[in-house]
T-cell receptor, first 113, second 111 residues
């Protein structure tokens, strides 16, 4: 049973560019959450998707957007990249009725130069 | 707003020592509380949870009790092993949708 997978593993972008990160949830999971983890910090909640809709959003600007597909996989898009967007981006999946059992992927390391 | 405060690290202990990592929280309502662990090079894993006051979560020898009166959820283990070396995160969720994490506490156990 594959766990949560994320791609790519690492990414280097230039300021002002746009980036798309991808996440495949654990088999059977229907809810996907995205987090930003800066170096030495805890994960910060970006948003959560359920039934292809953004259900809740953290304190992140509109440059951060997402999508969930019918197969429950998800994308995180970041526009107009800033140096401060450099971080590890984590995807977590869960079952809607067992929200507390989040399974995290290994993350995508984004470096903005 | 909701938040979690963890004790600052890093923490270094000898094998078989007693471990306590402090965690306090601020929340409206009645959140569920969690401890996650991140081993080197791996993603976060749920270590234990407690969903209501006075509940004790436990797993792999780790324990934490949900104390509403002191708004705390301290992580303890009676005898740590080298394999427990990792970063530990305290977290809460009041809605089930949004999780708030602490800044993490790095633990190194030396033989």
């Amino acid at each position: 049973d594959a766990g949560v997978t994320q791609s790519p593993t690492h990414l280097i972008k230039t300021r002002g560019q746009q980036v798309t990160l991808r996440c495949s949830p654990k088999s059977g999971h229907d809810t996907v959450s995205w987090y930003q983890q800066a170096l030495g910090q805890g994960p910060q909640f970006i948003f959560q998707y359920y039934e292809e809709e953004e259900r809740q959003r953290g304190n992140f600007p509109d440059r951060f957007s997402g999508h969930q597909f019918p197969n429950y996989s998800s994308e995180l898009n970041v526009n107009a990249l800033l140096l401060g967007d450099s971080a590890l981006y984590l995807c977590a999946s869960s079952l809607e009725q067992l929200y507390y059992e989040q399974y995290f992927g290994p993350g995508t390391r984004l470096t903005v130069t | 707003g909701d938040s979690v405060t963890q004790m600052e690290g890093p923490v270094t202990l000898s094998e078989e020592a007693f471990l306590t990592i402090n965690c306090t929280y601020t929340a409206t309502g009645y959140p569920s509380l969690f401890w996650y662990v991140q081993y080197p090079g791996e993603g976060l894993q749920l270590l234990l949870k407690a969903t209501k006051a006075d509940d004790k979560g436990s797993n792999k020898g780790f324990e934490a009790t949900y104390r509403k009166e002191t708004t705390s959820f301290h992580l303890e283990k009676g005898s740590v092993q080298v394999s427990d070396s990792a970063v530990y995160f305290c977290a809460l969720s009041a809605t089930g949708n949004q999780f708030y994490f602490g800044t993490g506490t790095s633990l190194t156990v030396i033989p």
